[in-house]
Each structure stands twice: as structure tokens, then as C-alpha cells.
């Protein structure tokens, strides 16, 4: 995507901003973001493409409470996590999502 925008802008001879992102149908902001990166910052965005989930430090907890409660939910998983971390913000679809992916690689 983003060599497509500076191959559509072509150092200013080419796509207005505008009309680059009405074509790929993006914000204009986005537009003028990857305009302004150099090669190197977008070599780095593109390699760096692992998230941070908001549930990643509680990963281990969250593996263990299967081997000691065999048929617990998700739902019941995200109330012993919020016992033990109430400042822990995460909406209920968030944990599930992240409980179903766990289970499946683990």
C-alpha cells in the first residue's frame, strides 16, 4: 500500500493527495502520513507487524486456569482475571476472542 501511494504521487508529478486516496479509498491523513515517511521508517513498519495484545501479560494465568477447571468458560476465565487484576479494562468479547485463539494453538 504504501509503495503504491508514492508510486501514485511520483515526487509531486503525479495523483494529488485527494485523488490518491478517493482511488484507494483511504483518508487523505493517511496519505499524507506515508508520503512523509522515508525508506527506512516504512522498511521498519513493515517488519514490526506483531501487535501487542491487551491480554498478553496475563497469557500464563489464563493457560493455567484450564488444567485446574477443565470445563470453564470464557466468561468465567475473564471474572477470575478481573479478581485478580481489577484495573484490567477488557470488554467481554476481547477476552473470549483471545480465550478461543488460545485454546486453539495451546
Avoid: C, W
Avoid at 66 to 77: E, R
Amino acid at each position: 500500500m504504501i509503495h503504491k501511494i508514492k508510486a501514485l504521487y511520483d515526487q509531486g508529478n503525479g495523483l494529488t493527495i485527494r485523488a490518491i486516496a478517493r482511488q484507494l479509498g483511504i483518508s487523505r491523513n493517511t496519505v499524507r502520513k506515508y508520503l512523509r515517511m522515508d525508506e527506512t521508517a516504512i522498511a521498519e513498519q513493515q517488519e514490526s507487524r506483531v501487535r501487542h495484545r491487551q491480554l498478553d501479560d496475563h497469557r500464563d494465568y489464563i493457560i493455567s486456569l484450564p488444567g485446574q477447571f477443565p470445563d470453564l468458560s470464557a466468561v468465567k476465565v475473564l471474572r477470575k482475571l478481573k479478581q485478580k487484576h481489577p484495573a484490567l479494562a477488557v470488554s467481554d468479547r476481547t477476552a473470549r476472542r483471545y480465550i478461543r485463539d488460545l485454546k486453539e494453538t495451546v
